[in-house]
């Protein structure tokens, strides 16, 4: 079982999700606007938030950045947005997911799943030049500073770096990163990818996109 605290101004979207997730074993706080889910974060501990993004007072992003300055906490977007933009902007301030309205509840409980059965077991560490990555530390850092890489992005490089040198498929890559089955609408993965490439700064040009395929790492010059 897992505290959620879920956050979305539709009553009957915010009461339908409070339920479904009660449900599946899940101790569930509900919140329908953003200041309303912060003054909760703020006096609870909680396993994973769901947050509407339009919301009146505070919208969630705005929601998000305040919690995360309180203590880190994983974080799943509910969203009538779709634009690569919007996507960008809530991985870039640490959401772990974006689900787009309308969703399935199934398919959002799965996703929670996934996040809070994530492995936090390491194994050493990987080397590429100057380039490190510590599993047991989970962190990365470059040329010796470390570099702030999201969850996902992290999971992400661990995968690629694992299997330098070899072409990994779409479909492989989501089902190792976010365990659920390839969505081929779904652009999460170019998402991360992206910012991916640019939070590694020169290591970036390292990942390669194989056209029909999906990404590869390649091997040091």
Not at 20 to 34: I, K, M, P, R
Not at 39 to 45: G, Q
Request: proline residues 1%; contains cysteine.
């Amino acid at each position: 079982m897992a505290r959620l605290l879920i956050a979305d101004d539709e009553e009957k979207i915010r009461e339908m999700l409070g339920k479904y997730a009660s449900h599946e074993g899940h101790d569930v706080t509900l919140a329908s606007n953003g200041r309303e889910a912060l003054k909760l974060f703020e006096n609870s501990d909680f396993d994973l938030v769901i947050l509407d993004i339009m919301m009146p007072e505070m919208d969630g992003y705005e929601t998000l950045k305040k919690m995360k300055e309180i203590r880190d906490v994983p974080c799943i977007f509910l969203t009538a947005l779709g634009q690569e933009y919007d996507r960008i902007y809530g991985f870039d301030i640490g959401a772990e997911d974006y689900v787009t309205k309308p969703f399935s509840l199934k398919e959002l409980m799965m996703r929670i799943k996934v996040i809070l059965k994530r492995e936090n077991k390491g194994s050493g560490r990987i080397i590429v030049k100057d380039l490190i990555l510590d599993e047991d530390a989970h962190t990365v850092t470059i040329n010796g500073e470390r570099a702030e890489l999201a969850n996902k992005e992290y999971e992400l490089l661990l995968y690629l770096l694992k299997n330098r040198g070899n072409a990994l498929t779409r479909q492989a890559i989501i089902s190792k990163v976010w365990g659920y089955e390839y969505d081929s609408d779904d652009r999460t993965l170019d998402t991360h990818m992206k910012l991916l490439r640019k939070d590694l700064k020169e290591y970036g040009k390292y990942i390669t996109t194989i056209r029909g395929v999906g990404y590869r790492f390649e091997k040091e010059d």
